[in-house]
């Protein structure tokens, strides 16, 4: 017999959601770990049931008998995504194969006829830009600063998008606000940086919050997904866009996203406190022009750290004294921290958004959102934040022995 789950019954922690979520049917089936379910195809049974499933799931529904196919629905899936549906206090989670297969996903679902245009608050992962500015699935796109959402809102407007920390700046959006600003227009909100450990969107008026479960969901840089938590009705119309498209995620993936699940907060939080104490001393270094982090003094000045997130996250962003070539310096120079892309695995990883993430993004763009080509991006991983600080302090060592190194005396703006 099933066991009652309790998650009907109380709203339980967010560390207890993660250790148990997505897994209440577990005892009834005898098992401990996720099961995988790699069939591509199921026994159908009888023909009347069998059609009746696949009329719910070719139209974005559940299946009402056999899964029919897996692009149409997999069992190791779904039990992921009710898992992060309920951290995130969604009705539904919808996984798939990457975050901009997700992120596509919400465009084709969010077009209605005559609703084309997309508002999109800058800076975005670059690849989230370079889709929307591209106009490859034909939306009309408006980019503004945060505060500029009411005034590009239109009649046509199908949907708004935003990222909270912004991809690579670390620059923070009022969700409340932007909901108020979007005046009933559907809001976006991509939380990759925060999971929902730290920040919930959906609590704040959020339609949709998106992740790059690539990076802290996984968590361990062996996966590559993308998840989408919202309402039923929103579910369905992106599992509808996702039988169509076919851009599932995989079973294996599934299992190794609810695998990593149970240590999510732990991680986040241990990463967090390595990032605090490495942003506080790239503050005081006299190779270090600028230091971008939420937790900084004076950097949050919303007050959002605390009201909308439960704290800064485990990404930080600096200026380097010296430009292009010092920033290189550094990352050649890191022995412990891995000079490469992406973000929220267990080791620290430094990269150059200007030369990298965001290179596809336009200059003025570039500009205008403070990608500088000075800008290093790190996320910070495991590692003891001592062991860090000396990798990172001996990089930045190498990199200023070609510079004019500042004077500790230059360093008391540093904090902006
Ligand atoms: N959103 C953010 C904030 C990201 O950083 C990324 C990737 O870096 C994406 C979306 C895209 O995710 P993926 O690489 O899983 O497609």
Same mark, same amino acid.
């Given at each position: 017999?099933?066991?009652?789950?309790?998650?009907?019954?109380?709203?339980?922690?967010?560390?207890?959601? @993660?250790?148990?979520?997505?897994? +209440? /049917?577990?005892?009834?089936?005898?098992?401990?770990?996720?099961?995988?379910?790699?069939?591509?195809? $199921?026994?159908?049974?009888?023909?009347? +049931?069998?059609?009746?499933?696949?009329?719910?799931?070719?139209?974005?529904? *559940?299946?009402?008998?056999?899964?029919? $196919?897996?692009?149409?629905?997999?069992?190791?899936?779904? *039990?992921?995504?009710?898992? #992060?549906?309920?951290?995130?206090?969604?009705?539904?989670?919808?996984? =798939?194969?990457?975050?901009?297969?997700?992120?596509?996903?919400? #465009?084709? &679902?969010?077009?209605?006829?005559?609703?084309?245009?997309?508002?999109? %608050?800058?800076?975005? $992962?670059?690849?989230?830009?370079?889709?929307?500015?591209?106009?490859?699935?034909?939306?009309?796109?408006? =980019?503004?600063?945060?505060?500029?959402?009411?005034? &590009?809102?239109?009649?046509?407007? &199908?949907?708004?998008?935003?990222?909270?920390?912004?991809?690579?700046?670390?620059?923070?959006?009022?969700?409340?606000?932007?909901?108020?600003?979007?005046?009933?227009?559907?809001?976006?909100?991509?939380?990759?940086?925060?999971?929902?450990?730290?920040?919930?969107?959906?609590?704040?008026?959020?339609?949709?919050?998106?992740?790059?479960?690539?990076? =802290?969901?996984?968590?361990?840089?062996?996966?590559? &997904?993308?998840? %989408?938590?919202?309402?039923?009705?929103?579910?369905?119309?992106?599992?509808?866009?996702?039988?169509? @498209?076919?851009?599932?995620?995989?079973?294996?993936?599934?299992?190794?996203?609810?695998?990593?699940?149970?240590? #999510?907060?732990?991680? !986040?939080?241990?990463?967090?406190?390595?990032? *605090?104490?490495?942003?506080?001393?790239?503050?005081?270094?006299?190779?270090?022009?600028?230091?971008? $982090?939420?937790?900084?003094?004076?950097?949050?000045?919303?007050?959002?750290?605390?009201?909308?997130?439960?704290?800064?996250?485990?990404?930080?962003?600096? +200026? !380097?004294?010296?430009?292009?070539?010092?920033?290189?310096?550094?990352?050649?120079?890191?022995?412990?921290?891995?000079?490469?892309?992406?973000?929220?695995?267990?080791?620290?990883?430094?990269?150059?958004?200007?030369? #990298?993430?965001?290179?596809?993004?336009?200059?003025?763009?570039?500009?205008?959102?403070?990608?500088?080509?000075?800008?290093?991006?790190?996320?910070?991983?495991?590692? /003891?934040?001592?062991?860090?600080?000396?990798?990172?302090?001996?990089?930045?060592?190498?990199?200023?022995?070609?510079?004019?190194?500042?004077?500790?005396?230059?360093?008391?703006?540093?904090? *902006?």
């Amino acid at each position: 017999m099933m066991k009652p789950n309790p998650m009907q019954h109380r709203r339980l922690s967010l560390d207890t959601l @993660t250790v148990h979520a997505g897994r +209440e /049917d577990f005892a009834e089936m005898g098992v401990h770990a996720p099961p995988i379910d790699l069939s591509t195809t $199921y026994p159908t049974g009888p023909l009347a +049931e069998a059609s009746a499933s696949m009329d719910a799931l070719a139209s974005g529904g *559940r299946p009402t008998g056999s899964p029919i $196919y897996a692009r149409l629905h997999n069992p190791t899936v779904a *039990r992921y995504e009710a898992a #992060l549906a309920s951290l995130e206090g969604a009705e539904a989670g919808v996984a =798939f194969a990457s975050g901009m297969a997700a992120l596509t996903a919400v #465009l084709l &679902a969010g077009r209605e006829k005559g609703k084309n245009h997309v508002v999109a %608050v800058r800076p975005l $992962y670059g690849g989230s830009d370079a889709l929307l500015e591209g106009g490859l699935l034909g939306h009309e796109v408006s =980019f503004v600063a945060p505060d500029g959402i009411r005034a &590009a809102v239109r009649r046509d407007t &199908a949907l708004v998008v935003l990222e909270t920390p912004g991809n690579p700046t670390l620059s923070l959006v009022d969700i409340e606000d932007a909901v108020r600003q979007a005046d009933g227009v559907p809001l976006v909100v991509d939380s990759t940086f925060m999971t929902p450990v730290l920040q919930r969107p959906l609590e704040f008026g959020a339609s949709m919050v998106l992740h790059s479960a690539t990076k =802290f969901l996984g968590g361990h840089g062996d996966v590559i &997904a993308g998840i %989408v938590a919202t309402s039923e009705e929103w579910a369905t119309k992106l599992r509808k866009v996702r039988v169509l @498209t076919g851009a599932l995620l995989h079973p294996m993936a599934a299992f190794l996203l609810h695998r990593g699940l149970p240590t #999510l907060a732990v991680r !986040v939080r241990t990463a967090q406190d390595g990032a *605090r104490m490495m942003a506080e001393r790239l503050a005081r270094h006299p190779q270090v022009t600028s230091v971008h $982090y939420p937790g900084l003094p004076g950097h949050d000045p919303r007050g959002l750290v605390g009201r909308q997130m439960a704290g800064p996250g485990s990404i930080l962003a600096f +200026e !380097v004294a010296g430009g292009f070539e010092a920033a290189g310096r550094v990352l050649e120079a890191v022995q412990i921290m891995v000079s490469a892309v992406s973000l929220g695995a267990t080791d620290t990883l430094i990269q150059h958004p200007a030369g #990298l993430t965001h290179h596809c993004v336009p200059d003025e763009a570039r500009e205008s959102t403070g990608i500088s080509e000075s800008l290093l991006r790190i996320s910070v991983g495991l590692e /003891d934040p001592e062991d860090l600080w000396a990798d990172l302090a001996q990089a930045l060592e190498k990199a200023g022995a070609k510079e004019p190194a500042r004077t500790a005396a230059d360093t008391s703006a540093l904090t *902006r």
